[in-house]
């Protein structure tokens, strides 16, 4: 009985060495896991600080610059968020809406930028002359009716993203741009109403 347990007692010391190196290793891979969802959250807050702080009113280089810059940074977010992959601490339906949230943010940042180009363009064919106005007026027009077509579809996503899922800590910028998606919509459709006439 002796012989035959000092015969299975390296294979035991392995099987022990095997099983706290694989501990050691999942151990290791959570903090980094951990750190990683950490530096994520911490861009998303910066980001979304900066969106609820701009005045969407003011379209001027200020405004221009607190776009791009959330928008890089929201884009960044979403890009490790890919790369980490759901976790211990961010599984299923919760990863899937935190993904679906930063790609909504996303989405309106890239809208608010293209509406905001076709507002120069709508006033500057106001300054050309009949021909250049009239090709002017139709590509306005055809953008507006695109960007308009975005914004409700934005509106559906915002709609179907499950807070509940997510922490309030990055919900009050969906709040704020569900509010500013119903202004644009609003203030689009005046925009088109007032350059059919010139048709």
């Known amino acids: 009985m002796r012989s035959s347990f000092s015969t299975f007692l390296p294979l035991i010391a392995v ?3 095997v099983a706290v190196s694989i501990s050691s290793g999942c151990s290791s891979q959570d903090e980094v896991n951990n750190a990683t969802l950490g530096e994520i959250n911490s861009i998303e807050k910066l980001a979304d600080n900066r969106l609820i702080a701009i005045d969407f009113t003011t379209q001027d280089e200020i405004f ?4 791009g810059a959330s928008e890089t940074q929201y884009k960044e977010a979403l890009d490790k968020l890919y790369a980490l992959g759901p976790t211990f601490y961010l599984e299923g339906y919760g990863y899937e809406a935190r993904i679906k949230s930063l790609q909504f943010k996303i989405d309106f940042l890239d809208v608010c930028s293209e509406l905001a180009a076709v507002d ?3 006033e500057a064919i ?3 002359s009949t ?6 007026l139709v590509e306005v027009l055809n953008d507006y009716q695109n960007i308009r077509q975005r914004i409700l579809f934005l509106q559906v ?11 309030s800590d990055y919900t009050q910028a969906i709040g704020v741009i569900r509010g500013e998606l119903d202004a644009m919509l ?4 005046s925009n ?6 010139y048709r």
Not at 64 to 67: A, E, P, V
Not at 157 to 167: C, R, V, Y
């Open 126 to 128: 106001f300054q050309t």
């Open 64 to 67: 221009y610059s607190q776009l």
């Open 157 to 167: 996503m915002g709609g179907d993203i499950d807070k509940n899922l997510i922490s």
């Open 192 to 197: 088109i109403s007032f350059l059919e006439e």
């Open 120 to 122: 120069d363009e709508a």
């Open 186 to 189: 609003e203030s689009l459709n």
């Open 15 to 17: 099987i022990i060495m």
């Open 131 to 136: 021909p250049e106005f009239r090709t002017g």
